[in-house]
């Protein structure tokens, strides 16, 4: 169980451009789900919190007109970046809540993001 | 807010050895404390967790202890093998269930 998938794995965009990166939980009903990002060689840097159904609660400094979420369903959650810019560039992973006890992440595979 | 450190940043071991990785927190009311095993390029996974109603916890090499008065927790993994080899995240979750992280530790494991 506890199994979380992200789409795409890698991709690469023009400037300017928007990027849609979809989370989903694949066998367990997700009452919350996070959106990362991560540098190289660095941990993981919490951008929103996203519940099914709400408004997704954002980090200081993120900007939420610029990495846009939305949480259509309890098994599914999308981040995207829009007017992606080179500096975007970065690993983005997901993760759900909720299959067993509320506080357990489990995490999808990540998306490479390039912006050229 | 809440913070986590975790030493050390870098842990190098022969293999067959022990290795273990410290972490503190800060808010005392975190209660769920979690590692992650990383490997370069892919998802953290979930090695093992504690909560705050017990002191330690064992899966065949892995064992967490959890010191709530010190506020320090330990991930101590035993026999050290090559694909051990990864980077190790500690970190803390109070009850709004997100989770607060160490800036992580890079073991390698010497043959």
């Avoid at chain 1, 992200?6 to 990027?19: A, N, W």
């Amino acid at each position: 169980g506890a199994v979380v998938s992200q789409h795409p794995s890698r991709v690469i965009c023009k400037s300017g451009t928007s990027v849609k990166i979809e989370c989903r939980s694949l066998d367990f009903q997700a009452t919350t789900m996070f959106w990362y990002r991560q540098f190289p060689k660095k941990s993981l840097m919490l951008m929103a919190t996203s519940n099914e159904g709400s408004k997704a609660t954002y980090e200081q400094g993120v900007e939420k007109d610029k990495f846009l979420i939305n949480h259509a369903s309890l098994t599914l959650s999308t981040l995207t970046v829009t007017s992606a810019h080179p500096e975007d560039s970065s690993f983005y992973i997901c993760s759900a809540s909720g299959w067993r006890e509320f506080n357990e992440q489990f995490f999808g595979p990540g998306t490479r993001l390039t912006v050229l | 807010g809440e913070n986590v450190e975790q030493h050390p940043s870098t842990l190098s071991v022969q293999e067959g050895d022990s290795a273990v990785i410290k972490c503190t927190y800060s808010d005392s009311a975190s209660n769920y404390f979690p590692w992650y095993k990383q490997e370069l390029g892919k998802r953290p996974q979930l090695i093992i967790d504690i909560r705050s109603n017990v002191g330690e916890k064992k899966d065949q090499r892995i064992a967490v202890t959890l010191n709530k008065t010190a506020k320090h927790f330990s991930l101590h993994i035993t026999e050290t093998q090559p694909e051990d080899s990864a980077v190790y995240f500690c970190a803390a979750s109070t009850s709004n269930y997100q989770l607060i992280w160490g800036a992580g530790t890079k073991l390698i494991i010497k043959p």
